[in-house]
């Protein structure tokens, strides 16, 4: 078992940026497989970034080159930096967890963000 808490969500302006922080607690957390997911209105949940336990990353189409996943097993925390944000980028978002050999089953509460134009 793994609790997930996310933080830094927010207000921004078109073209500014947000760190956001997912803190893991319950479980090794170097042992999970981490990512971000997000939620617009009246949308499906959509993938965004996921890092591996190696630190092996991948990114949507959307937010390549714009966002980067990292992790630090030392505090238990994985974060995503978002840069030249946009309205489209306006959801909440989720930090999940998955364990060896497992699928993303764990999930925070989700923090917002809103980019106004």
């Known amino acids: 078992q793994v609790q997930l808490v996310e933080s830094g969500g927010g207000l921004v302006q078109a073209g500014g940026s947000l760190r956001l922080s997912c803190a893991a607690s319950?479980?090794?957390?170097?042992?999970?497989?981490m990512g971000w997911c997000r939620q617009a209105p009246g949308k499906q949940r959509e993938f965004v970034a996921r890092?591996?336990?190696?630190?092996?990353?991948n990114y949507a189409d959307s937010v390549k080159g714009r966002f980067t996943i990292s992790r630090d097993n030392a505090r238990d925390t994985v974060n995503l930096q978002m840069s030249n944000l946009n309205p489209d980028d306006t959801a909440v978002y989720y930090c999940?967890?998955?364990?060896?050999?497992?699928?993303?089953?764990?999930w925070g509460q989700g923090t917002q963000v809103t980019v106004s134009s």
């Open positions: 890092i591996t336990r190696s630190g092996n990353t």
């Open positions: 319950g479980s090794i957390f170097s042992m999970y497989a």
């Open positions: 999940s967890a998955a364990p060896p050999n497992g699928a993303f089953g764990y």
